[in-house]
Nanobody, 121 residues
């Protein structure tokens, strides 16, 4: 089992920044791939960014150049630095743990409570 605790959300103006954090327990963090997902009202949950155990990173096109995912194995924590925020980035953000393999990611079916990001125009 994997426990995930997200934090760092809030209300910012368009163009502002936030840094989200997710503390992970229950599995060997250094072996996990970690991802961030988001869900806006009325929309399906969508992939945002991921980082492999080897620190390779992947982003959905909508956030490339604005968001940065990183991890700190000493703290069992994954971060999402969000810059140049837009109103369409507003959502509940969730982190997720999984395994990266040649075919892509296999995500564990565990979710934290999420953290709300609101962006005013």
């Amino acid at each position: 089992q994997v426990q995930l605790v997200e934090s760092g959300g809030g209300l910012v103006q368009a163009g502002g920044s936030l840094r989200l954090s997710c503390v992970v327990s229950g599995r060997a963090f250094s072996r996990l791939a970690m991802g961030w997902f988001r869900q806006a009202p009325g929309k399906e949950r969508e992939f945002v960014a991921a980082v492999t155990s080897g620190d390779s990173t992947y982003y959905t096109d909508a956030v490339k150049g604005r968001f940065t995912i990183s991890r700190d194995s000493a703290k069992n924590t994954v971060y999402l630095q969000m810059n140049s925020l837009k109103p369409e980035d507003a959502a509940v953000y969730y982190c997720r743990a999984g395994i990266y393999h040649i075919g892509g990611y296999s995500w564990y079916d565990y979710w934290g409570q999420g953290t709300q990001v609101s962006v005013s125009s």
